[in-house]
């Protein structure tokens, strides 16, 4: 599945060229396992061969899975990514396995520099606890039945005045300034929802036994806590994810209840129906950044040029690579992402453009990503660029900040670009509350494993109330409000990969207050801590991007201020 011969670094264990397929990758794997280690030097060239390896199979599987999200109809690339899944991943689980053991027994582990090792070597400890030979197929069942999940909303799509649409298209009308279009809008989007909202419960409900079983395998009570091992989570718990929660909602949510009257008043209306809560209170009609797919990308390119030339250069090459794919169309998965090229030490950014200022924030927030992928593509391992999300979402959120100043290219009136800036810093805060409701459902749903559909849709509906129901009146549209939760991918295809997106949110904040404050220091800060990729603790990186790992309501009130008062600067 190989696209590219360009590499970040050349082969030096595997041939030139290797079609990834189980009859060629065996021999290798078995070398591996065999091989005789004699010094810590050869403990080091071993491990930089697994490494190269890895690699090699990371990037084929990213391309088998850019390939089926790029398009869900063709049914040889969904053949091609469940090869991948069926044939190759089961077998190289177990003897990953038995590789990790044999790093761990090694009598020359001990001499490494464990400055530079010491996260490595706590995954991979990690890692051995939790393997468990059933679970393998219990795995690659879970990473075949989610793939559906892209199926069954990537198919969705809505005619709106006799026009088909997919619904991240349909979207734009719902921040049109005429109410009438936002509701005929919002009703056609929730009701192509809800014609599949059994076919994703009956998906969900599938994935939660799987994932459960996986749980009481490993030898724990429920998926909740198998996840955070599984993650590792070695910096924060549970309490203290229940704890983030309320301090969003004692901090943040009597603000936006504070914006959402300001909203109401605006509208000139009695409440706030779901359909207007995206259009501009301005009364003006939607920002509109860019002209297509190709505009966007190449403003992105001139606007990171701006920042740094450096970084302008490296979206720049992912133009020239053919690395994008940003328009929305029917048959492409839903969302967004940008997918490192392990080989390469390029990414792939996949999204879903309507033409709209929300892909303009996706865009710089994927290219966060992506300068992410570039300046850590050299670490000495393929492991250590195998950074935690809440290092990731820190890289990708705080572009998006550091990248406003830079909006010009975008807009060429200054009121358009006031209102941009506006716009992304209320969906700043807006952010907070989803997030944590999101990440307490998930608590919920997998420490009541044997709740109905009905327990959890109530559930749903009792902790989006907690955080103010974005502010809405949801009073007829029930069906709506409880079935909202499917609409986050996350729920589905990464469990519990949520809360570091609040994390990360507040960690970006506090990335951009340093870099106002000194945008030389600023960005330096905020790139040598990708540059470390995972080979320091969540606590020492954010330490190096000059910001601190705090989660306390008083740090969560200090940066909502900083951000109330930047927003009154544009008033």
Known sequence: MENLKTRTKQRNYLPEYLEIKWETIEPLFNELKSRNIQSVNELEK?????????????????WRYIHMTCDTTDPKRLEDFQYFATEIEPK???????????????????????????????????????????????????????????SITGSMSVVINEKEYTLEQASVFLKDTKRTIREQTWKAITTRRL?????LNTLFNSLLKLRHQIALNAGFDNFRDYAFQALGRFDYTPQDCFNFHEAIRTEIVPI????????????????????????????KPALKPFQNGQDLIDKTIACFQKIDPSLGEKLKFMKIEGLFDVDSRKGKAPGGY????????????????????????TIVHEGGHAIHTFVSATLALNAFKHVPSEVAELASMSMELISMDQWDVFFNHSEDLKRAKREQLKDVLKTLPWVAVVDQFQHWIYTHPNHTIEERNETWEKIFTQFGSNFADWTDHQEALQNLWQKQLHIFEIPFYYIEYAMAQLGAIAVW????????????????????????????????????????????????????????KLD
Request: no cysteine.
């Open 46 to 62: 071993w491990l930089s061969d697994i490494s190269e390896l890895d690699a090699a199979l990371e990037e084929d599987f990213a």
């Open 92 to 150: 190289v689980a177990p003897i990953h396995n038995e590789l990790n053991k044999k790093f761990i027994n090694s009598p020359y582990a001990e001499e490494l520099d464990s400055s530079k090792y010491f996260v490595f070597r706590r995954s991979i400890q990690k890692a051995l606890e939790l393997f468990r030979e059933e679970n393998v197929p219990i795995q690659t069942q879970i990473q075949v039945e989610q793939q559906q999940y892209q």
């Open 195 to 199: 014609q599949d909202k059994e076919k």
């Open 256 to 283: 936006l209840a504070e914006q959402a009257q300001q909203r109401k008043q605006a509208l000139h209306l009695d409440h706030l129906n779901p359909w207007d809560m995206d259009v501009d209170i301005s009364g």
């Open 338 to 361: 940008n997918y490192p090229l392990a080989e390469m030490g390029a990414p792939f950014i996949f999204m879903n453009s309507a033409n709209t200022f929300r892909d303009l924030t």
């Open 513 to 568: 207050k340093h870099y106002k404050e000194n945008p030389q220091k600023g960005l330096q800060d905020y790139l040598e801590a990708l540059k470390l990729g995972y080979t320091k603790t969540i606590p020492e990186i954010y330490q190096t991007a000059g910001i601190a790992f705090d989660f306390s309501p008083e740090y969560i009130r200090s940066l909502a201020t900083f951000v109330k008062e930047e927003l009154n």
